[in-house]
């Protein structure tokens, strides 16, 4: 019943920025959590950054300073501003929405960092 397209992702030198966002649709009424993970080559999905509907935000160490996240509830969408990035921010970024306890996941866009 939810549906999240996830854009913006593709080919960024280091040091440059790239803005992703994420559209939701379906059943996501009532308080949420929607953010962002990743998952490099390898590796496990792992947190980047998450916002509240009432506007709280956490973000991972690794990204704090350099990321940021904003919702926009009228529009029920969600947007990571990615900025000073660094080839270790090369995976696949995938939207995620949280509603009564249940997670909702975008198919993912490709991020790579690359000079």
């Known amino acids: 019943q939810v549906q999240l397209v996830e854009s913006g992702g593709g080919l960024v030198q280091p040091g440059g920025s790239l803005r992703l966002s994420c559209a939701a649709s379906?059943?996501?009424?009532?308080?949420?959590?929607m953010g962002w993970y990743r998952q490099a080559p390898g590796k496990e999905r792992d947190l980047v950054a998450i916002?509240?509907?009432?506007?709280?935000?956490n973000y991972a160490d690794s990204v704090k300073g350099r990321f940021t996240i904003s919702r926009d509830n009228a529009k029920n969408t969600v947007d990571l501003q990615m900025n000073r990035l660094k080839p270790e921010d090369t995976a696949v970024y995938y939207c995620?929405?949280?509603?009564?306890?249940?997670?909702?996941w975008g198919k993912g866009t490709l991020v790579t960092v690359s000079s």
């Open positions: 995620l929405l949280q509603r009564t306890g249940i997670r909702y």
């Open positions: 916002a509240a509907s009432a506007g709280g935000t």
């Open positions: 379906g059943s996501i009424s009532g308080i949420n959590v």
